[in-house]
């Protein structure tokens, strides 16, 4: 489990990617999958709002639980490219946004499943991550 506290400058994010990918790197050998994971948690976070920001990755036998908890950000609807991020690399996800900021939960499916669903990703998607 990685859990990791950040403000959201590019310069942490680009770290919390690198620190992601690692620790998906090291409960699996599929580079593809960690690249995704890492990928999805850097463009769910709002750089826009310089909010502080939580990630938790937990990896499991058959997927990877993703949790990003931005504070005082996004009490609105989640956007488009976040959704079409969220539906394309995913099983299932939620989110729940209140006064003190939005908080995504998401599963991303390792192995057979994951190669699946990563044949649906969208082309800039697939680019970052791959």
């Given at each position: 489990m990685?859990e990791l506290?950040l403000?959201?400058?590019p310069k942490?994010i680009?770290?919390?990617?690198a620190s992601?990918?690692?620790?998906c790197r090291?409960?699996?050998?599929d580079?593809t999958?960690a690249?995704a994971?890492?990928f999805?948690?850097?463009?769910?976070?709002?750089e826009?709002?310089r909010?502080e920001?939580?990630?938790v990755?937990t990896?499991?036998?058959?997927v990877t639980?993703?949790m990003?908890?931005m504070?005082?950000?996004?009490?609105?609807?989640?956007d488009?490219r976040r959704?079409t991020?969220?539906e394309?690399l995913t099983?299932?996800?939620?989110?729940?946004s209140?006064?003190?900021?939005?908080?995504?939960?998401?599963?991303i499916?390792?192995?057979?499943?994951?190669?699946?669903?990563?044949?649906?990703?969208?082309?800039t998607?697939g680019?970052?991550?791959?």
């Open positions: 990685l506290r403000a959201t400058d942490r680009t770290a919390m990617r992601v990918a690692r620790e090291r409960a699996t050998s580079t999958h690249d994971v890492a999805l948690a850097a463009e769910l976070l709002s826009r709002s909010t920001a939580l990630v990755v990896t499991h036998s058959d639980t993703l990003v908890r504070s005082g950000a996004d009490r609105g609807a989640l488009a959704r991020l969220l394309s099983t299932r996800w939620s989110t729940m209140g006064r003190d900021g939005r908080t995504i939960l998401a599963e499916p390792r192995g057979e499943r994951f190669a699946a669903i990563h044949e649906r990703v969208p082309a998607a680019a970052a991550a791959g």
